[in-house]
């Protein structure tokens, strides 16, 4: 397997494109330290906030929350540095944790309006089970929900801007095309959020779209008619998550009580749904090899603050590729499916050309805890 000679992401991330042995988000990197004029880019944007800025009397822009570290600093920073007066939107996740919980009431406490939608639980709960058994991602309705409430509550309210965190693309990699956007949109949510299934799909699977009616998007119409426009702020400023975490923490935000959140290496992400810090990412690595810790320690590594040695040792010392079962049987009893039918769906998952085989049966190799045995690890 490939692995970026900068940073240890292998190449079997999706849409990741390798130059000359470096990943693109490695790419972006050298950019955003070294070539991006930010100073340019914070003239741009008070020029594009002074177009929205009110007096104080109405909200004049949204802040898509989920009570993480980004989140919250973006609330925070279009308040205190840029005199705006936000509402904050959250949707509620597949299975909200306590410290996740926490984080929402940090923002209230913060003096910072909070509206939270929450789908019905008997649809949603059909959408999980789509996602876990159709689409490998238990989390799918959780992605769709977090892009979809923010803009149809700004159709609702008519408040037309919208300020979401980094440009995933340019931070972490993506398609080219992509990676100098500044806005998200429709278009952004179908191409990188769907897992290429129409939400309109569901349909098919019983579940009617009516039953659904906050994860689905606003009309074209309706967007245009308020001019919903939905930017980064991670164009407009550098971005960096540990900045972010630091601010948010001395201001009384919470990390992970238990530490590393399982499967990742620090304990301050994925804080707020139980399944999408563990099952979701550990899904991930049997489709492609990578998890959380991966993710995480490679944006150290872009950020200067760690080297690629010490990346690749404080990997093998995560809890990277070990099935979570925390809160497993919490997804087991939301679902009412067995522990049978939870690890065959696991491996059908799996891509076996990454994990050790029998070499008879070419049954997957697992431990006694249920974990598979990597091929390939960055070197």
Known sequence: MQYCNKCIMPATRPEQVFTDGICDACHSAVDKHDKIDWDQRSVEFEEILSKYRGD??????????SGG???????????????MT???????????????????NFLRDQGF??????????????LVRIGF??????????????????VRIAVNYKIPLLIWGENSQFEYGGPAAKKENNFLDRNWLEQFQMSGHRLSDVVHDGVELNSIKTLLYPDDEEVNEVGVTGLFLGYFEKWDSKRNTDMCCSMGWN???????????????????????????????????????TDQ???????????????????????????PWKYIPDLMEYLNITKEEFTGNL?????????????????????????????????
């Open 56 to 65: 104080g009397s109405r909200y004049d822009c949204i802040i898509p929350v």
């Open 69 to 83: 570290k980004d989140s919250c600093y973006q609330a925070i920073t279009m308040r205190d540095k840029y005199g």
């Open 86 to 104: 936000p509402l904050c939107v959250t949707h509620t996740p597949c299975d909200l944790t306590e410290v996740g919980l926490k984080n929402l």
């Open 113 to 126: 309006d909070l509206i939270q939608i929450s789908g019905n639980r008997k649809s949603y709960k059909e």
């Open 133 to 150: 058994f159709k689409l490998g991602d238990c989390c799918w309705p959780e992605h769709i929900g977090i892009f979809t409430a923010p």
């Open 255 to 293: 990390k992970n009580p238990d530490g590393p959140v399982e499967g990742a290496y620090n304990d301050f992400e994925n804080l707020d749904c139980k399944w999408i810090g563990g099952l979701h990412d550990y899904m991930k690595f049997i489709k492609y090899g990578y998890g959380r810790a």
């Open 297 to 323: 320690l490679c944006i150290e590594i872009r950020a200067g603050r760690m080297t690629r040695e010490e990346a690749v040792i404080a990997l093998r010392n995560s809890s990277e590729g070990q099935v």
């Open 347 to 379: 491996d059908r998952f799996t891509n076996k050309m990454i994990f050790e085989r029998d070499d008879e049966t070419g049954q997957l190799i697992k431990d006694e805890d249920g974990n598979l045995i990597r091929r390939f690890f960055p070197g």
